[in-house]
């Protein structure tokens, strides 16, 4: 009850709060955020929502700098 899933991923519990404009997504102000996809940019953030990827796949591929 008191845990919040991640409004981008639904995979870990929201840490942060964050502003995303991704309207594709339906993301259109405020989310709540996991730790992981608060770093991650939109387009990242677009595929995890649409392809239900775990936003620590980016991290994973992509150990350089994510901007
Ligand atoms: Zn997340």
Do not use: T
């Amino acid at each position: 009850m008191n845990k919040r899933k991640c409004d981008v991923c639904y995979k870990h519990n929201a840490k942060v709060k964050d502003y995303r404009f991704v309207e594709s997504c339906g993301l259109q102000g405020k989310v709540l955020s996991c730790k992981w996809c608060f770093n991650l940019n939109d387009v990242a953030v677009y595929q995890i929502v649409n392809k239900g990827l775990n936003p620590k796949e980016f991290y994973n591929k992509n150990k350089e700098v994510i901007k």
